[in-house]
């Protein structure tokens, strides 16, 4: 197991330290304090190929881009835990569209953040409940979105879901139940419930069937939801 842990602050890598070993006693971990040119300078790392990557969202060297687009432009690649001070809903959704599978606050505990390490290790991704429900009140289209789209509000709505929430539609329409969607998409149950009531609020559904209803009688889905 090969793991990478990008923290500027040396008791934190410590303390991420602690939670690699308990869930992976024997782990390779690599420890970087910055994304500089040279970050790996001195680490005794060739290849940059990791089978886990867990990232400070607020790291020295990363200049006018985001960590994730620094992490690749260095060449590094893995699945990637954001784990950061930051509780703040829109640096989670951030974190996620730039491509972690994971945002997990500095305080969750050794007990919960090593296995939802090993989630993400596993290829699933991790949202905690809280944050997840934050997001989901989040209201705001991708820029330019409103003027693409004309002011037609189904036609936005519709325009404003991602390609993940197509996914979880598809099988929500089928009938399967949460737990069941998580295991097709390799998601963690709280990010489909997250997922899910977006998709509610963006069709103006109260539930599964009304939102599969509301689909079908505006053919937003190429008929598709059935």
Known sequence: MKILVADDHPLFREALELSVRYQWPSAD????GSLEDNAFDGTGVDDRAFDLIVLDWHMPGVGDSDPISRLRALDVRGPIAVVTGSEQPSIAL??????????????????????SLKVVADGGTVVPAGIALALAGEDRLPAGLDEEVGGDEDVVEHASLTDRERE????????????????????????????????????????RADAVRRAQETGLFGGNAT
Request: charged letters at 25%; a positive charge.
């Open 29 to 32: 971990i690599v420890f970087v």
């Open 94 to 115: 951030e974190a996620l569209r730039c491509g972690a599978a994971a945002f997990l606050p500095k305080t969750t505990p050794r007990r919960v953040l090593a296995p």
């Open 168 to 207: 979880v539609f598809s099988l929500l329409s089928t009938g399967a139940t949460n737990k069941e969607i998580a295991r097709r998409l390799e998601l963690a149950e709280v990010t489909v419930k997250f997922h899910t009531r977006r998709i509610f609020k963006k069709l103006g559904a109260r539930n």
